[in-house]
């Protein structure tokens, strides 16, 4: 089990709400040195916390917030493991095979190495998105990886809808999207395969509230559940136990069933169903209006020469770079 920065930690538990704490009152309640209380603000901030101090009064965050709470994460479905800190928390779970249990969990506020696909990086500041990874022993084997990106997009929307948060769409095969821009992106990673069973962890990074100055680093059209509810504030303990309970679901009926009953859902929730787009394969380009997937996953582009199915690629809106 991984070491967690404790004194960091209760340092920023007293934070979170926002009000101001001065050093000394954080290093008697903790039994800390005043240096040591600065030392330990100093490495939140490289967390990508903002941390300010005003003489006479002491530390404040710019705007309180809620942390993640393996308590108020509710699941009876496996062990969930919360990190304030980690490298990827779909390495974690990827190094822990052996001794995790079907749907085991684990969350991070804060990745360091946050991996996206194709290579690329996933930004994960500190305490405002979801990181969130499920391990999952896949009876159907290899073949079946293929649909489970589909089938945990859909129950991702499926879980924000119970909650009231509406028009998050599907981007074949990976993505989350509202209103043609980035909500959150799925990566499938596969530990290994024993005897047709196949062992992988599922991970998705969610984007909550991202600020102006975190959203530089994410160089595509972008947005975050907070912008879709405006008003209201988002729970994120309700919000990943909502997942992990419809991921659990789901992926129990994935097992059963394969894609079969998941077609019609797609459909809803398909981004682009009916528009024309460009499929990108390398140096290779196919156009054709979205006409869905099918049983194995495969996205369905119609064009003159009929109806084709494709396996890989990227979904680009037509004429759009
Ligand atoms: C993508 O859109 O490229 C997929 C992004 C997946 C990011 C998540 S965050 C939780 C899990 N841990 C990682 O390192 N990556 C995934």
Known sequence: MKKEPTTKLAILHRLADGQFHS????????????????????SLKDWGLEIYRVQGKGYC????????????????????????????????????????????????????????????????????????SMYWNLSAGLGAAMGLSLAIGIAT????????????????????YYQDKK?????????????????????MGMNIAISEQDSQAITQPWTCVQDIVAERDIDRNQLASALIESWHQTLVEYEVSGLSSF???????????????????GEQQHQGVMKGINEQGAVLLENEQGTQAFFGGEISMRGAD
Not at 189 to 202: K, N, P, W
């Open 23 to 42: 050093g000394e009152a954080l290093g008697q309640a903790l039994g800390v040195s005043r240096a040591a209380v600065a030392k330990h603000i100093k």
């Open 61 to 132: 965050l710019d705007k309180p917030m809620q942390l993640l709470d393996g308590d108020k994460i509710v699941s009876n479905l496996g062990r969930v493991d919360v990190f304030a800190e980690i490298d990827s928390t779909n390495q974690y779970l990827l190094d822990h095979v052996p001794e995790l249990e079907q749907g085991s969990v684990c969350l991070a506020e804060y990745q360091a190495a946050g991996r996206g696909r194709r290579g690329r990086k996933w930004v994960s500041p500190f305490g405002h998105n979801l990181y969130l």
């Open 157 to 176: 929307v499926e879980a924000l809808e119970k909650l009231d948060i509406h028009g998050v769409k599907l981007k074949w095969p990976n993505d989350l």
């Open 183 to 203: 909500l959150a992106g799925v990566l499938v990673e596969l530990s290994g395969q024993t005897g047709g069973v196949a062992d992988v962890v599922i991970g």
């Open 263 to 281: 077609l019609t859902r797609w459909q809803r929730l398909d981004n682009y169903f009916g528009r024309p787009v460009r499929l990108i394969m």
